[in-house]
Protein backbone atom coordinates (compact mmCIF):
# COMPACT_ATOMS: atom_id res chain seq x y z
CA UNK A 1 0.00 0.00 0.00
CA UNK A 2 1.08 3.54 -0.63
CA UNK A 3 -0.32 6.51 1.05
CA UNK A 4 0.90 10.23 0.55
CA UNK A 5 -0.10 12.11 3.41
CA UNK A 6 -0.25 16.09 2.91
CA UNK A 7 2.79 15.85 0.12
CA UNK A 8 4.28 19.27 -0.82
CA UNK A 9 7.32 19.11 -2.46
CA UNK A 10 9.64 22.49 -3.98
CA UNK A 11 12.17 22.16 -6.32
CA UNK A 12 15.91 23.65 -5.48
CA UNK A 13 14.60 26.37 -7.75
CA UNK A 14 11.82 26.92 -5.82
CA UNK A 15 9.46 25.84 -7.78
CA UNK A 16 6.28 24.19 -5.77
CA UNK A 17 5.70 20.94 -8.08
CA UNK A 18 2.92 19.01 -5.07
CA UNK A 19 0.97 20.96 -3.08
CA UNK A 20 -0.39 19.02 -0.02
CA UNK A 21 -0.92 15.87 -2.07
CA UNK A 22 -3.31 13.25 0.07
CA UNK A 23 -3.72 10.06 -2.25
CA UNK A 24 -3.85 6.04 -0.90
CA UNK A 25 -3.67 3.60 -3.18
CA UNK A 26 -3.93 0.60 -2.02
CA UNK A 27 -2.43 -3.23 -3.19
CA UNK A 28 -3.48 -4.63 -6.54
CA UNK A 29 -4.73 -1.29 -7.81
CA UNK A 30 -4.54 0.12 -11.07
CA UNK A 31 -4.11 3.79 -10.84
CA UNK A 32 -3.82 5.88 -14.09
CA UNK A 33 -2.10 9.84 -13.40
CA UNK A 34 -2.99 12.13 -15.69
CA UNK A 35 -2.68 15.87 -16.08
CA UNK A 36 -0.67 18.45 -18.24
CA UNK A 37 2.70 18.70 -18.22
CA UNK A 38 4.18 20.32 -15.47
CA UNK A 39 1.74 19.06 -13.27
CA UNK A 40 3.53 17.30 -10.94
CA UNK A 41 3.12 13.26 -12.21
CA UNK A 42 6.75 12.80 -12.11
CA UNK A 43 7.73 14.45 -8.90
CA UNK A 44 4.57 12.46 -7.64
CA UNK A 45 5.90 8.65 -8.57
CA UNK A 46 9.69 9.95 -7.77
CA UNK A 47 8.36 10.20 -4.07
CA UNK A 48 7.36 6.54 -4.11
CA UNK A 49 11.12 4.75 -4.41
CA UNK A 50 12.85 7.99 -2.23
CA UNK A 51 14.62 9.84 -5.28
CA UNK A 52 12.86 12.64 -4.25
CA UNK A 53 11.96 13.26 -0.08
CA UNK A 54 8.75 15.48 0.34
CA UNK A 55 9.10 18.91 1.19
CA UNK A 56 6.78 18.67 4.08
CA UNK A 57 3.65 16.00 4.88
CA UNK A 58 5.02 11.82 4.46
CA UNK A 59 5.08 8.89 1.69
CA UNK A 60 4.21 5.63 3.09
CA UNK A 61 5.40 2.30 0.97
CA UNK A 62 3.88 -0.37 3.13
CA UNK A 63 3.80 1.32 6.10
CA UNK A 64 7.59 2.54 5.68
CA UNK A 65 8.43 6.07 5.22
CA UNK A 66 10.36 6.99 1.99
CA UNK A 67 12.15 9.85 4.36
CA UNK A 68 14.15 7.09 6.07
CA UNK A 69 14.56 4.40 3.51
CA UNK A 70 17.12 4.41 0.88
CA UNK A 71 16.35 4.22 -2.98
CA UNK A 72 17.61 0.54 -3.05
CA UNK A 73 15.68 -1.08 -0.36
CA UNK A 74 12.67 0.70 -1.70
CA UNK A 75 13.54 -0.06 -5.02
CA UNK A 76 13.58 -3.73 -4.45
CA UNK A 77 9.44 -3.60 -3.83
CA UNK A 78 8.83 -0.25 -6.31
CA UNK A 79 10.24 -0.65 -10.01
CA UNK A 80 10.03 2.16 -11.76
CA UNK A 81 10.13 2.64 -15.54
CA UNK A 82 11.07 5.95 -16.91
CA UNK A 83 9.91 7.75 -19.54
CA UNK A 84 13.41 7.82 -21.40
CA UNK A 85 15.04 4.13 -22.09
CA UNK A 86 18.42 6.24 -23.30
CA UNK A 87 18.72 7.38 -19.73
CA UNK A 88 19.10 3.65 -18.23
CA UNK A 89 20.79 1.40 -21.39
CA UNK A 90 24.55 0.81 -20.86
CA UNK A 91 25.78 -2.77 -21.06
CA UNK A 92 27.25 -4.27 -23.79
CA UNK A 93 24.06 -7.14 -24.90
CA UNK A 94 20.25 -7.03 -23.97
CA UNK A 95 20.49 -9.90 -21.25
CA UNK A 96 23.20 -8.21 -19.56
CA UNK A 97 21.32 -4.98 -19.11
CA UNK A 98 17.94 -7.30 -17.90
CA UNK A 99 20.54 -8.94 -15.23
CA UNK A 100 21.82 -5.73 -14.23
CA UNK A 101 19.32 -5.08 -11.20
CA UNK A 102 19.29 -8.43 -10.29
CA UNK A 103 22.65 -9.34 -9.63
CA UNK A 104 22.53 -5.30 -7.39
CA UNK A 105 19.32 -6.97 -5.72
CA UNK A 106 21.65 -10.01 -4.70
CA UNK A 107 19.80 -12.89 -6.81
CA UNK A 108 21.54 -16.20 -7.47
CA UNK A 109 22.82 -16.58 -10.75
CA UNK A 110 20.67 -19.47 -11.56
CA UNK A 111 17.76 -17.12 -11.02
CA UNK A 112 19.46 -14.12 -13.12
CA UNK A 113 19.27 -16.63 -15.84
CA UNK A 114 15.51 -18.04 -15.51
CA UNK A 115 14.37 -13.83 -15.49
CA UNK A 116 16.41 -12.95 -17.94
CA UNK A 117 15.29 -15.62 -20.11
CA UNK A 118 11.48 -15.12 -19.05
CA UNK A 119 11.76 -11.41 -20.20
CA UNK A 120 13.36 -11.56 -23.09
CA UNK A 121 10.74 -14.08 -24.42
CA UNK A 122 7.72 -12.02 -22.64
CA UNK A 123 8.97 -8.82 -24.57
CA UNK A 124 9.40 -10.77 -27.71
CA UNK A 125 13.45 -9.93 -27.06
CA UNK A 126 14.77 -13.22 -27.91
CA UNK A 127 16.76 -12.42 -30.79
CA UNK A 128 18.26 -9.91 -29.37
CA UNK A 129 19.91 -11.43 -26.55
CA UNK A 130 23.63 -10.63 -27.34
CA UNK A 131 22.96 -7.17 -28.97
CA UNK A 132 23.64 -3.93 -27.56
CA UNK A 133 20.68 -2.43 -26.25
CA UNK A 134 21.66 0.99 -27.76
CA UNK A 135 21.00 -0.26 -31.16
CA UNK A 136 17.54 -1.22 -30.74
CA UNK A 137 14.55 0.69 -32.08
CA UNK A 138 12.88 2.99 -29.56
CA UNK A 139 9.82 0.63 -29.34
CA UNK A 140 12.21 -1.66 -28.28
CA UNK A 141 14.10 -0.07 -26.21
CA UNK A 142 11.07 1.07 -24.04
CA UNK A 143 9.90 -2.88 -24.06
CA UNK A 144 13.47 -3.49 -22.82
CA UNK A 145 13.21 -1.39 -20.22
CA UNK A 146 9.73 -2.57 -18.99
CA UNK A 147 11.33 -5.92 -18.62
CA UNK A 148 14.30 -5.23 -16.94
CA UNK A 149 11.68 -3.69 -14.27
CA UNK A 150 9.09 -7.09 -14.23
CA UNK A 151 12.12 -9.30 -13.98
CA UNK A 152 13.14 -8.88 -9.97
CA UNK A 153 9.28 -8.64 -9.53
CA UNK A 154 8.24 -5.76 -7.48
CA UNK A 155 5.14 -5.10 -5.71
CA UNK A 156 4.29 -1.75 -7.41
CA UNK A 157 5.16 -1.07 -10.85
CA UNK A 158 5.29 2.42 -12.32
CA UNK A 159 5.67 3.36 -15.85
CA UNK A 160 6.16 6.98 -16.65
CA UNK A 161 4.96 7.82 -20.18
CA UNK A 162 4.76 4.00 -21.08
CA UNK A 163 2.96 5.17 -24.78
CA UNK A 164 5.49 7.62 -26.23
CA UNK A 165 7.24 6.05 -29.20
CA UNK A 166 4.92 3.03 -29.54
CA UNK A 167 2.97 2.01 -32.09
CA UNK A 168 -0.53 0.95 -31.87
CA UNK A 169 0.26 -2.54 -31.90
CA UNK A 170 2.57 -1.97 -29.09
CA UNK A 171 0.27 0.20 -27.32
CA UNK A 172 -2.05 -2.81 -27.17
CA UNK A 173 0.49 -4.90 -25.73
CA UNK A 174 0.87 -2.49 -23.04
CA UNK A 175 -2.72 -3.04 -22.25
CA UNK A 176 -1.84 -6.95 -21.86
CA UNK A 177 0.85 -6.73 -19.66
CA UNK A 178 -1.02 -4.32 -17.63
CA UNK A 179 -3.52 -6.62 -17.34
CA UNK A 180 -1.77 -9.49 -16.40
CA UNK A 181 0.55 -7.32 -13.63
CA UNK A 182 -3.13 -6.99 -12.79
CA UNK A 183 -3.98 -10.69 -12.29
CA UNK A 184 -0.66 -11.14 -10.56
CA UNK A 185 -1.99 -8.80 -7.90
CA UNK A 186 0.60 -6.24 -8.96
CA UNK A 187 -0.07 -2.71 -8.00
CA UNK A 188 0.14 -0.72 -11.62
CA UNK A 189 0.22 3.24 -11.49
CA UNK A 190 0.91 4.78 -15.10
CA UNK A 191 1.82 7.92 -15.42
CA UNK A 192 0.35 9.36 -18.85
CA UNK A 193 -1.22 11.95 -20.82
CA UNK A 194 -2.44 9.44 -22.90
CA UNK A 195 -6.21 8.25 -21.37
CA UNK A 196 -7.35 6.47 -24.61
CA UNK A 197 -4.89 3.18 -24.21
CA UNK A 198 -6.20 2.89 -20.70
CA UNK A 199 -9.28 3.14 -21.40
CA UNK A 200 -9.90 -0.68 -21.71
CA UNK A 201 -8.28 -1.53 -18.36
CA UNK A 202 -10.43 0.73 -16.68
CA UNK A 203 -7.93 2.04 -13.62
CA UNK A 204 -8.83 4.41 -11.55
CA UNK A 205 -7.91 8.03 -12.53
CA UNK A 206 -6.34 10.44 -10.59
CA UNK A 207 -5.76 13.91 -12.09
CA UNK A 208 -3.44 16.20 -11.66
CA UNK A 209 -3.04 19.90 -11.88
CA UNK A 210 -0.17 22.44 -10.62
CA UNK A 211 0.86 20.04 -8.01
CA UNK A 212 -3.02 19.22 -6.78
CA UNK A 213 -4.89 16.04 -7.13
CA UNK A 214 -8.33 17.72 -8.42
CA UNK A 215 -9.83 14.51 -9.63
CA UNK A 216 -9.90 11.15 -8.14
CA UNK A 217 -12.13 8.58 -9.05
CA UNK A 218 -13.07 5.38 -11.34
CA UNK A 219 -12.27 6.49 -14.92
CA UNK A 220 -15.72 5.03 -16.03
CA UNK A 221 -17.50 7.98 -14.16
CA UNK A 222 -14.44 10.53 -13.91
CA UNK A 223 -13.99 10.52 -17.54
CA UNK A 224 -17.41 11.59 -18.02
CA UNK A 225 -16.20 15.02 -16.50
CA UNK A 226 -15.53 17.18 -19.32
CA UNK A 227 -14.97 20.18 -17.23
CA UNK A 228 -12.38 18.56 -14.81
CA UNK A 229 -10.60 17.23 -17.79
CA UNK A 230 -10.23 20.30 -20.12
CA UNK A 231 -9.42 22.27 -16.94
CA UNK A 232 -6.53 19.46 -16.10
CA UNK A 233 -5.62 19.67 -20.16
CA UNK A 234 -6.74 15.76 -20.64
CA UNK A 235 -8.53 14.58 -23.71
CA UNK A 236 -11.57 12.50 -23.05
CA UNK A 237 -11.23 9.00 -24.76
CA UNK A 238 -12.76 8.84 -28.06
CA UNK A 239 -15.59 6.25 -26.77
CA UNK A 240 -16.73 8.22 -23.80
CA UNK A 241 -17.14 11.37 -25.90
CA UNK A 242 -18.87 9.00 -28.39
CA UNK A 243 -20.90 8.20 -25.52
CA UNK A 244 -22.00 11.66 -24.65
CA UNK A 245 -22.78 12.54 -27.78
CA UNK A 246 -25.73 9.90 -28.18
CA UNK A 247 -29.01 11.69 -27.56
CA UNK A 248 -30.20 8.07 -26.68
CA UNK A 249 -27.56 6.13 -24.38
CA UNK A 250 -27.22 3.09 -22.47
CA UNK A 251 -26.41 4.15 -18.67
CA UNK A 252 -22.54 3.38 -18.84
CA UNK A 253 -20.13 4.62 -21.22
CA UNK A 254 -18.98 1.69 -23.68
CA UNK A 255 -15.44 0.45 -22.25
CA UNK A 256 -14.93 -1.39 -26.01
CA UNK A 257 -15.07 -0.30 -29.64
CA UNK A 258 -17.27 -3.63 -30.20
CA UNK A 259 -19.56 -2.93 -27.60
CA UNK A 260 -19.93 1.00 -28.94
CA UNK A 261 -20.71 -0.15 -32.59
CA UNK A 262 -23.42 -3.32 -31.69
CA UNK A 263 -25.30 -0.58 -29.24
CA UNK A 264 -25.27 2.08 -31.86
CA UNK A 265 -26.37 -0.73 -34.90
CA UNK A 266 -29.11 -1.67 -32.29
CA UNK A 267 -30.30 1.27 -31.63
CA UNK A 268 -30.49 2.43 -35.18
CA UNK A 269 -32.60 -0.67 -35.20
CA UNK A 270 -30.28 -2.31 -38.03
CA UNK B 1 28.54 18.81 -12.02
CA UNK B 2 26.26 20.65 -9.14
CA UNK B 3 29.06 22.94 -8.05
CA UNK B 4 29.47 24.32 -12.10
CA UNK B 5 25.51 24.41 -12.24
CA UNK B 6 25.84 27.23 -9.27
CA UNK B 7 28.44 28.52 -10.36
CA UNK B 8 29.28 28.49 -13.92
CA UNK B 9 25.55 28.61 -15.91
CA UNK B 10 23.70 32.00 -16.09
CA UNK B 11 20.49 32.94 -15.09
CA UNK B 12 18.79 35.81 -16.10
CA UNK B 13 19.18 39.08 -13.87
CA UNK B 14 17.67 42.64 -13.54
CA UNK B 15 21.24 44.46 -11.80
CA UNK B 16 23.00 46.68 -13.58
CA UNK B 17 26.07 44.14 -13.61
CA UNK B 18 23.99 41.98 -15.36
CA UNK B 19 23.14 44.89 -18.30
CA UNK B 20 26.68 46.14 -18.33
CA UNK B 21 28.09 45.18 -22.18
CA UNK B 22 29.32 41.71 -22.04
CA UNK B 23 32.48 43.25 -22.90
CA UNK B 24 33.12 45.46 -20.19
CA UNK B 25 31.74 42.48 -18.07
CA UNK B 26 35.18 40.22 -19.61
CA UNK B 27 37.39 43.63 -18.82
CA UNK B 28 36.40 43.16 -15.54
CA UNK B 29 36.41 39.56 -14.87
CA UNK B 30 39.92 39.65 -16.23
CA UNK B 31 41.41 42.10 -14.48
CA UNK B 32 40.66 40.30 -11.75
CA UNK B 33 42.11 36.95 -12.91
CA UNK B 34 44.98 38.47 -13.84
CA UNK B 35 44.94 40.86 -9.72
CA UNK B 36 44.66 37.42 -8.10
CA UNK B 37 47.85 36.08 -9.86
CA UNK B 38 49.59 39.37 -8.92
CA UNK B 39 49.09 39.62 -5.41
CA UNK B 40 51.79 37.85 -3.33
CA UNK B 41 50.88 37.79 0.73
CA UNK B 42 47.75 35.92 1.41
CA UNK B 43 46.56 39.70 3.06
CA UNK B 44 46.42 41.01 0.22
CA UNK B 45 44.81 38.24 -1.40
CA UNK B 46 42.05 38.53 1.13
CA UNK B 47 41.39 42.10 0.55
CA UNK B 48 41.00 40.94 -3.77
CA UNK B 49 38.75 38.29 -2.80
CA UNK B 50 36.57 40.97 -0.53
CA UNK B 51 36.28 42.88 -3.08
CA UNK B 52 35.38 40.19 -5.52
CA UNK B 53 32.71 39.85 -3.25
CA UNK B 54 31.78 43.14 -3.03
CA UNK B 55 31.21 42.74 -6.94
CA UNK B 56 29.09 39.78 -6.41
CA UNK B 57 26.88 41.48 -4.03
CA UNK B 58 26.69 44.43 -6.82
CA UNK B 59 25.50 42.03 -9.37
CA UNK B 60 23.16 40.53 -6.94
CA UNK B 61 24.90 36.79 -6.88
CA UNK B 62 26.53 36.69 -4.06
CA UNK B 63 24.62 33.91 -2.67
CA UNK B 64 25.38 31.56 -5.87
CA UNK B 65 29.33 32.55 -5.62
CA UNK B 66 29.08 32.10 -2.20
CA UNK B 67 27.72 28.52 -2.94
CA UNK B 68 30.08 27.93 -5.55
CA UNK B 69 33.10 28.95 -3.03
CA UNK B 70 32.07 26.37 -0.42
CA UNK B 71 32.16 23.73 -3.55
CA UNK B 72 35.25 24.82 -4.70
CA UNK B 73 37.06 24.49 -0.81
CA UNK B 74 37.27 20.53 -1.62
CA UNK B 75 39.67 21.66 -4.36
CA UNK B 76 41.37 24.65 -2.99
CA UNK B 77 42.09 21.59 0.49
CA UNK B 78 43.24 19.22 -1.92
CA UNK B 79 45.60 22.16 -3.41
CA UNK B 80 46.88 23.23 0.06
CA UNK B 81 47.65 19.62 0.82
CA UNK B 82 49.73 18.94 -1.86
CA UNK B 83 51.82 22.15 -1.56
CA UNK B 84 52.70 21.80 1.96
CA UNK B 85 53.41 18.11 1.03
CA UNK B 86 56.21 19.50 -1.96
CA UNK B 87 57.08 23.17 -0.53
CA UNK B 88 56.48 22.50 3.50
CA UNK B 89 55.54 25.99 3.69
CA UNK B 90 52.18 26.56 5.25
CA UNK B 91 52.18 30.61 3.93
CA UNK B 92 52.23 29.74 0.36
CA UNK B 93 50.53 26.89 0.51
CA UNK B 94 47.30 29.00 1.80
CA UNK B 95 48.15 31.53 -1.28
CA UNK B 96 47.96 29.43 -3.84
CA UNK B 97 44.81 27.45 -1.84
CA UNK B 98 43.08 31.03 -1.91
CA UNK B 99 44.17 31.55 -5.00
CA UNK B 100 42.30 29.26 -7.03
CA UNK B 101 38.88 30.34 -5.03
CA UNK B 102 38.91 33.56 -6.04
CA UNK B 103 40.22 32.75 -9.95
CA UNK B 104 37.05 30.46 -9.76
CA UNK B 105 35.15 33.79 -8.55
CA UNK B 106 36.27 36.12 -11.38
CA UNK B 107 35.74 33.68 -13.81
CA UNK B 108 32.40 32.76 -12.38
CA UNK B 109 30.84 36.41 -12.23
CA UNK B 110 31.29 36.62 -16.37
CA UNK B 111 29.63 33.07 -17.03
CA UNK B 112 26.60 33.35 -14.37
CA UNK B 113 26.16 37.35 -15.63
CA UNK B 114 26.38 37.05 -18.96
CA UNK B 115 24.38 34.89 -21.64
CA UNK B 116 24.93 32.25 -23.95
CA UNK B 117 24.01 34.86 -26.64
CA UNK B 118 26.50 37.51 -25.26
CA UNK B 119 28.90 35.35 -25.34
CA UNK B 120 28.72 34.76 -28.77
CA UNK B 121 28.78 38.11 -29.28
CA UNK B 122 32.14 38.57 -27.08
CA UNK B 123 33.70 35.86 -29.05
CA UNK B 124 32.64 37.90 -32.63
CA UNK B 125 34.52 40.63 -31.56
CA UNK B 126 37.32 38.84 -31.02
CA UNK B 127 36.53 37.52 -34.51
CA UNK B 128 37.08 34.16 -33.73
CA UNK B 129 35.87 31.22 -36.56
CA UNK B 130 32.19 31.41 -36.63
CA UNK B 131 32.30 27.13 -35.64
CA UNK B 132 34.47 27.77 -32.92
CA UNK B 133 32.09 30.31 -31.29
CA UNK B 134 28.94 28.21 -32.36
CA UNK B 135 30.70 25.19 -30.81
CA UNK B 136 32.14 26.88 -27.46
CA UNK B 137 28.63 28.31 -27.51
CA UNK B 138 26.35 25.45 -27.74
CA UNK B 139 28.60 23.60 -25.22
CA UNK B 140 27.75 26.55 -22.52
CA UNK B 141 24.43 26.64 -23.50
CA UNK B 142 24.20 22.78 -23.03
CA UNK B 143 25.16 22.39 -19.46
CA UNK B 144 22.41 22.56 -17.71
CA UNK B 145 20.10 20.51 -20.21
CA UNK B 146 23.30 17.33 -19.51
CA UNK B 147 23.11 18.32 -15.64
CA UNK B 148 19.02 17.36 -16.08
CA UNK B 149 20.41 13.79 -18.14
CA UNK B 150 22.59 13.17 -15.25
CA UNK B 151 20.26 13.79 -12.61
CA UNK B 152 17.43 11.47 -14.69
CA UNK B 153 19.91 8.72 -15.39
CA UNK B 154 21.17 8.85 -11.75
CA UNK B 155 17.61 8.44 -10.80
CA UNK B 156 16.54 5.96 -13.05
CA UNK B 157 19.99 3.74 -12.25
CA UNK B 158 19.08 4.28 -8.23
CA UNK B 159 16.10 2.41 -9.36
CA UNK B 160 17.70 -0.57 -10.38
CA UNK B 161 19.32 -0.85 -7.02
CA UNK B 162 22.11 0.85 -8.00
CA UNK B 163 23.65 2.47 -5.02
CA UNK B 164 26.06 5.48 -6.00
CA UNK B 165 27.58 6.28 -2.55
CA UNK B 166 28.40 3.14 -0.89
CA UNK B 167 31.27 1.28 -0.87
CA UNK B 168 35.28 2.27 -1.42
CA UNK B 169 36.74 5.01 -3.61
CA UNK B 170 37.22 1.97 -6.55
CA UNK B 171 33.43 0.55 -6.23
CA UNK B 172 32.24 4.36 -6.20
CA UNK B 173 34.19 4.71 -9.79
CA UNK B 174 33.02 1.53 -11.45
CA UNK B 175 29.57 2.37 -9.98
CA UNK B 176 29.36 5.61 -12.17
CA UNK B 177 29.83 3.29 -15.66
CA UNK B 178 26.18 3.15 -15.69
CA UNK B 179 25.48 6.31 -15.30
CA UNK B 180 28.37 8.32 -17.81
CA UNK B 181 27.85 5.51 -20.21
CA UNK B 182 23.80 6.69 -21.04
CA UNK B 183 25.30 10.21 -20.62
CA UNK B 184 28.02 9.84 -23.53
CA UNK B 185 26.00 7.92 -25.42
CA UNK B 186 23.15 11.09 -25.36
CA UNK B 187 25.37 13.35 -26.01
CA UNK B 188 26.83 12.12 -29.08
CA UNK B 189 22.99 11.11 -30.85
CA UNK B 190 21.99 14.63 -29.37
CA UNK B 191 25.46 16.20 -31.29
CA UNK B 192 24.64 14.71 -34.30
CA UNK B 193 20.83 15.44 -34.37
CA UNK B 194 21.71 19.14 -33.61
CA UNK B 195 24.20 19.41 -36.49
CA UNK B 196 21.55 17.89 -38.91
CA UNK B 197 19.06 20.27 -37.51
CA UNK B 198 21.16 22.80 -37.75
CA UNK B 199 21.94 22.02 -41.50
CA UNK B 200 18.46 21.97 -42.42
CA UNK B 201 18.04 25.39 -41.14
CA UNK B 202 21.00 26.64 -43.52
CA UNK B 203 23.35 26.67 -40.79
CA UNK B 204 26.88 27.52 -43.13
CA UNK B 205 24.69 28.69 -46.60
CA UNK B 206 26.47 32.24 -46.29
CA UNK B 207 29.91 33.11 -44.89
CA UNK B 208 28.83 35.77 -43.21
CA UNK B 209 25.42 35.76 -41.39
CA UNK B 210 23.71 38.86 -40.01
CA UNK B 211 23.00 38.49 -36.47
CA UNK B 212 19.39 39.51 -34.50
CA UNK B 213 21.40 41.94 -31.68
CA UNK B 214 23.72 44.75 -32.22
CA UNK B 215 25.77 45.22 -29.07
CA UNK B 216 26.36 49.00 -28.66
CA UNK B 217 29.10 50.49 -25.93
CA UNK B 218 26.98 53.00 -23.83
CA UNK B 219 28.44 55.73 -22.10
CA UNK B 220 28.18 54.43 -18.66
CA UNK B 221 29.82 51.20 -19.82
CA UNK B 222 32.76 52.93 -20.85
CA UNK B 223 33.03 54.59 -18.01
CA UNK B 224 32.77 51.50 -15.69
CA UNK B 225 35.07 49.99 -17.89
CA UNK B 226 37.78 52.93 -17.06
CA UNK B 227 36.51 52.79 -13.45
CA UNK B 228 38.09 48.62 -13.31
CA UNK B 229 41.28 49.90 -15.36
CA UNK B 230 42.06 52.49 -12.93
CA UNK B 231 40.97 50.06 -9.87
CA UNK B 232 42.78 47.46 -11.27
CA UNK B 233 46.12 50.09 -11.90
CA UNK B 234 45.65 52.14 -8.35
CA UNK B 235 45.52 48.34 -7.13
CA UNK B 236 48.57 46.83 -8.61
CA UNK B 237 50.71 49.92 -7.91
CA UNK B 238 49.88 49.68 -4.34
CA UNK B 239 50.90 45.88 -4.02
CA UNK B 240 54.14 46.40 -5.52
CA UNK B 241 54.75 50.14 -4.49
CA UNK B 242 53.29 51.06 -1.30
CA UNK B 243 52.38 48.10 0.83
CA UNK B 244 55.68 46.35 0.62
CA UNK B 245 57.32 49.35 2.14
CA UNK B 246 54.67 49.83 4.70
CA UNK B 247 55.09 45.81 5.90
CA UNK B 248 59.29 46.65 5.97
Redesign the interface.
Known sequence: MIEFREVSFVHQNGVKALDGVSLRIESGETVAVVGENGAGKTTLVKQVTGLLKPTSGSVLVDGEDTKSTSTAKLSRKVGVAFQNPDHQLFSESVEEEMAFALRNFGFAPAVVQQRVAWGLELFGLEEYRKSSPLVLSGGEKKRLTLACILAWDPDVVILDEPTVGQDSIQKEKLVGTIGMLRSAGKTVVVVSHDIEFLWPVQPRVVVMKSGRVVGDGPARTLMLERGLLETARVVQPQLVELYQGLKRRPEEPFVDPLEARRWVEEAAGR | MMWLSGGFVFRRGTSAYHKLDPRVKLLISALMFVTTLLVRTIYELAAVLAFFLVVAAIATVLKRVARTMVFTLMFSAFIFVVNVVFTRNVETSVLYAVRFVAIVVSTSLFFITTSPDELEQVMKTFRLPRDVVFAFVTAVRFIPVMML?TI??M?????????LDKGNIFRRVRNM??VL??LV??SV?RSGELAEAMESRAYGAVPKPTSLVEYHTSARDKAVAVAAVVAFALGAYSFYFILPTQLL
Not at chain 2, 155 to 162: H, M, T, Y
Open positions: DQIDAQKSRGLEIPIPVNV
